[in-house]
């Protein structure tokens, strides 16, 4: 298995997910060296080289066979082609987060080996726009993170949303109080749900408490961002199935390539759909029950990050 430095942010609220890239390649046997983009600390970000200095120390430290990039950071115009002269690695860009605007990508394309992007409408767009293919690479979980979990307060309530508040979400969550609403993440202190808030900060452990409390978890993709026609899936689809809680959805037209709609999860396409799902579902944990289980099985079967690391080592033959 190959050596790999994997470029990407690591912390322990909104960019998690790097760890379980490294987590998910490491079990599939590869040497993982992890590049954090950010200056960590303050004696970091006062002595640490610049981005491409720390990148050209890692690659002759490392001596990868394969480097990664993820979530759309590239470097500096010219960069790349410099730093492929230290190595004979090959060079994957991932931009594993739905509604990438892909301002990125022309250049990931010039520069890389391989790249992905999350979703069918994104990959087939930036082909089209820059002469190079994109492939697909979705986002996905790791069971062993999400997992069912039994909870106590405060992460007990019937309907949970958690994610970055926004006057879309506020919109639409509002209408949803009358069911036992609890809201996680940051800027809801700000809004008219501020008293539906049970906290703004989320380690990610407590990001799985949160949706496993839930009787039925609420995922609302952000609105407004990627190319046209953007119908892609977020990573709360794949976490919160893993987690093993019924969620409810904004009917995504990739969505049907990973779970079926109503039978694995509550879809909707407007506020009456989504309230009348609710609360029906609500009152048959028969239901609920078995929707779930079937959710998680899919997931497990198929939406992992070690069947998307697979897809990436398969992709550059190692």
Known sequence: MPNILLVSRFDEARNSHSALYQRALERLGASV???NLEKTGWLGRLTSKDLNGRMENAILHAAPDLVIVTDGEVLREGAVDELRRLSGAKWIHWFPRPGHDGSLIPQAVKTSD????????TASYWSEHTGGQVRILDPACDPSVHR???VREPFKANVVFVGAASPYREGILSQLIEFGLAVWGPGWKKTSLREYCRGEQLSAENFVRAYAGATIAINIHRQG????????????????AAIGVVQAVDARRELRRH??????VLTYSGMEELRDKIRYTLT???LRDRM????RQSVLRRHTYMHRMREIL?????
């Not at 990573?235 to 919160?240: D, Y």
């Not at 779970?259 to 694995?264: I, S």
Request: glycine share 10%; with cysteine; aromatic share 6%.
């Open 33 to 35: 060296t992890p590049l």
């Open 114 to 121: 391989v790249v992905f992007a999350a979703g069918e409408g």
């Open 148 to 150: 069912p979990l039994r």
């Open 225 to 240: 961002e990627g190319p046209p026609p953007d119908g892609s899936v977020n990573a709360r689809l794949f976490e919160i």
């Open 259 to 264: 779970l079926v709609p109503n039978e694995e």
């Open 284 to 286: 048959d944990s028969t």
């Open 292 to 295: 779930s289980y079937a959710a």
């Open 314 to 318: 398969d992709c550059v033959g190692t």
